[in-house]
């Protein structure tokens, strides 16, 4: 029997799409704001705050700005990605995602979210994936964005359940540093290039079993 005795997710990326909605609202604000905004600008941005974000995307744009006006532009980009996972809906959770969140509470593992999102909420909720979870720790409740370990310290104290016994799902560079800081196995979703300090890397959950938990023994 595997010694992992909860499981935490990132939300973007392991759980449903949201970043096509982010690129999208920041592609329209460097549109206003007269320049273009790749998918290759993007990923910069992967588990990045907002109001870094904003500064990445500015800098491509060669633009400073004060911090009055900045702050209107990430509300601006923020409204237009609220309206659009505002109409999401189950379709748009990941393949196998659902299957593996079952299969963890069938075999009594705890799961906690662990996102940076403060939409993470309106997300879980229109996703019908709410009920999934012991607990939810969203941008809300934390004060430092991964790569610190806040997030997912916090997720493992209000599960009650020691680092130690603790998997991550991760599918950003930085939260997978984050995982490792936390003390916590991290098991890596995406490219392996990236990802490399996870204990390993999938493609997506429809990867994951139960039973693969016991390859995280050391």
């Not at 704001?33 to 109001?51: A, H, I, P, W, Y």
């Not at 979210?113 to 019908?128: D, F, R």
């Amino acid at each position: 029997m595997s010694h992992i005795r909860a499981c935490l997710f990132d939300l973007d990326g392991v759980l449903v799409d949201t970043a096509k909605y982010h690129y999208l609202a920041w592609k329209r604000l460097s549109q206003e704001l007269g320049f273009d905004f790749t998918e290759q600008d993007n990923e910069r941005l992967k588990g990045v705050s907002r109001m870094a974000s904003l500064d990445i995307l500015l800098s491509i744009g060669k633009l400073t700005l004060e911090d009055a006006k900045k702050q209107e532009l990430a509300a601006r980009k923020n409204d237009w990605y609220v309206e659009s996972i505002s109409n999401m809906d189950h379709t748009e959770i990941l393949p196998g995602a659902l299957e593996f969140l079952q299969a963890c509470r069938d075999n009594g593992l705890k799961t906690a979210l662990g996102s940076a999102s403060k939409n993470a909420m309106t997300i879980l909720n229109n996703t019908g994936l709410t009920p999934y979870f012991d607990a939810i720790i969203d941008g809300t409740r934390t004060s430092s964005a991964k790569p610190d370990p806040e997030v997912f310290t916090l997720g493992a104290q209000e599960l009650g359940v020691p680092a130690e016994h603790c998997v991550v799902f991760e599918d950003a560079e930085a939260g997978v540093e984050a995982a490792r800081r936390a003390g916590m196995s991290c098991i890596g979703i995406g490219s392996a290039a990236t990802l490399g300090q996870a204990d390993f890397v999938i493609a997506s959950l429809a990867d994951m079993t139960v039973e693969r938990l016991s390859e995280l023994e050391a």
